[in-house]
């Protein structure tokens, strides 16, 4: 089945910690974004990459740090300078090709991280 | 940068009655999205709008995408326990920016 997995859907980390997500793609689409929802709040963009190799910064990429080494992976860092961590995080694909232009976007179920 | 404003944050209603969810962007979009999001679940893609002044219906959600392609709004008509979630517009111009979204609640 085609789609977008995250790992692992719950995250403990302790302060002072980097700790990497996954995020994983078989849907050959070209973007990927991640995104941080708090409690009750919207979804906030962290990165973006619309390409192999390359990446843009999002509204709050402090803190975070991402790679697209392959088309189907895009792997978010939360580093240890994100003061405040805890949170939902939400990585979704569509088929953008570095336009202006956006498809249907797929989410993963999300990786719920709290810092212990 | 882009910014997506939607309103109102929360909206809850009796069975039956109508809901309108608000979107509005600080520039000029390419597209419109909107997606549901149950409780504890991930967005899930409802529809896109593309084409200025552009009107499409699902059943009972109706959404409109403004002239000037800076605006857009969800409607349901008479709301069922089952549309309960948080509808989220989210505005393409090269990246995807959501809206804060509104959180539905229905009462039987």
């Known amino acids: 089945d085609g789609g977008i997995t995250q790992s692992p859907k719950y995250l403990f980390r302790k302060e002072g910690q980097n700790v990497t997500l996954s995020c994983e793609q078989n849907?050959?689409?070209?973007?990927m974004y991640w995104y941080r929802q708090d409690p009750g709040q919207g979804l906030r963009l962290i990165y973006y990459?619309?390409?192999?190799?390359?990446?843009q910064k999002g509204d709050i990429a402090e803190g975070y740090s991402v790679s697209r080494e392959k088309k189907e992976s895009f792997p978010l860092t939360v580093t240890s300078a994100q003061k405040n961590p805890t949170a939902f995080y939400l990585c979704a694909s569509d088929k953008s090709q570095g336009g202006r232009r956006g498809t249907e976007a797929f989410f993963g179920q999300g990786t719920r991280l709290t810092v212990v | 940068g882009q910014q997506v404003m939607q309103i109102p944050q929360y909206q809850h209603v009796q069975e039956g009655e109508d809901f309108t969810t608000y979107c509005n962007s600080s520039?000029?979009?390419?597209?419109i999205q909107w997606y549901k999001q149950r409780p504890g679940g991930h967005p899930v893609f409802l529809i896109q709008l593309v084409k200025s002044g552009e009107v499409k219906k699902q059943k009972r959600l109706t959404f409109q995408f403004g002239e000037a392609k800076k605006n857009s709004s969800l409607h349901i008509t008479a709301t069922q326990t089952t549309d309960v979630g948080t509808y989220f517009c989210?505005?393409?111009?090269?990246?995807?920016?959501f809206g804060a979204g509104t959180r539905l609640t229905v009462k039987p």
């Open positions: 849907l050959n689409h070209d973007a």
């Open positions: 989210a505005g393409h111009n090269n990246d995807m920016r």
């Open positions: 520039t000029t979009l390419s597209n």
């Open positions: 990459s619309q390409i192999v190799n390359d990446f």
